[in-house]
């Protein structure tokens, strides 16, 4: 038998920012919370903020080692300091994933981001469809860290989750937002809502 969620959690993956809010279900006044995600600020050091910019940045080999990334691990940083990094080396930074998801001219599932970058080798390069699962990994991955002293029944995993799409999203749109979810390690379960 498996036990009922603690939480309802509510995403919205942004084309400029995602965002969490949460209601706990194990309490009759609840009220909506909004969750504070973890996310890199500079190459030393990681914050919260009340969003996630929608933002992905590529590092250097030695941009990722000051960083403390792995070499065998993912590499794209999400969040703060990829939107700055979009400024200053726009060709190792993805944004605007959530809008390729809804672009019928392209095969969202190739490797083409970011668009016209002339930095990266095209080996480099990931899909909306991977773009998009990043960010929602990011977001599960913050909850995880923040809900563990819970244990598994606090895992993001084991909530109600939910997520925003906009009403122009086609049917192909809102299932690659599933196939991104599902890419994320997301339940199951999850659902879509316009």
């Not at 190459?43 to 960083?67: H, N, R, Y």
């Not at 990829?82 to 095969?107: F, I, N």
């Not at 668009?115 to 469809?129: C, R």
């Not at 606090?154 to 299932?175: E, L, M, N």
Request: overall charge negative.
């Amino acid at each position: 038998m498996t036990k009922a969620s603690l939480f309802s959690i509510g995403i919205d993956l942004g084309t400029t920012n995602s965002a969490i809010a949460y209601t706990r279900l194990t309490d009759d006044d609840s009220i909506s919370e909004t969750f504070h995600p973890a996310q890199w600020e500079s190459l030393g050091s990681i914050g919260q903020a009340s969003t996630l910019p929608s933002f992905l940045f590529l590092p250097t080999d030695a941009e990722a080692s000051q960083a403390g990334l792995d070499e065998g691990g993912a590499r794209w940083m999400v969040g703060g300091f990829a939107r700055k990094q979009s400024a200053e080396t726009p060709g190792r930074v993805v944004h605007s994933a959530k809008s390729w998801l809804c672009h019928h001219a392209v095969d969202r599932s190739a490797d083409f981001l970011p668009w016209a970058s002339g930095i990266l080798a095209e080996s480099e390069k990931i899909s909306p469809l991977y773009a998009s699962a990043l960010i929602l990994a990011t977001l599960k991955a913050s909850w995880d860290q923040q809900f563990a002293d819970l244990g598994p029944q606090g895992a993001f995993s084991a909530q109600q989750v939910t997520i925003t799409v906009p009403a122009s999203f086609d049917a192909a749109a809102q299932k690659l937002t599933l196939e991104a979810a599902q890419m994320a390690g997301f339940p199951d379960n999850v659902r879509l809502i316009e």
